[in-house]
């Protein structure tokens, strides 16, 4: 049974940095696309990043781009979010993903329990 366990989330001022990481078990890690999506409070569960299965390839919503970095280390079954100049509206619960199918999809399949980030201004 493939699982997803982050870590990384916590507390930050405005401009702030965070780096989430994101291990998987179970499973074979490069056979997945892997990504990032977020839900605040009130709001619907909304795509952050995602990353080919080599790596060579990602993809960022407009919100973020240029701010955050997806990357992945597959020896170690890790994908990261590098998050820097965070703004009040980036905090969320951040969930990792993983899919069969291709970053453009935006199709996921399976989830981790999620870890909170808080932005205050």
């Known amino acids: 049974q493939v699982q997803l366990v982050e870590s990384g989330g916590g507390s930050v001022q405005a401009g702030g940095s965070l780096r989430l990481s994101c291990v998987l078990s179970g499973g074979r890690f490069t056979s997945y696309i892997m990504g990032w999506f977020r839900q605040a409070p009130g709001k619907e569960r909304e795509f952050v990043a995602g990353i080919s299965r080599t790596g060579g390839s990602t993809k960022y919503a407009d919100s973020v781009k240029g701010r955050f970095t997806i990357s992945r280390e597959n020896a170690k079954n890790t994908v990261y979010l590098q998050m820097n100049r965070l703004k009040s509206e980036d905090t969320a619960v951040y969930y990792c993903?993983?899919?069969?199918?291709?970053?453009?999809?935006?199709?996921?399949?399976?989830w981790g329990q999620g870890t909170q980030v808080t932005v205050s201004s």
């Open positions: 993903g993983g899919g069969m199918l291709t970053i453009e999809t935006l199709r996921y399949d399976f």
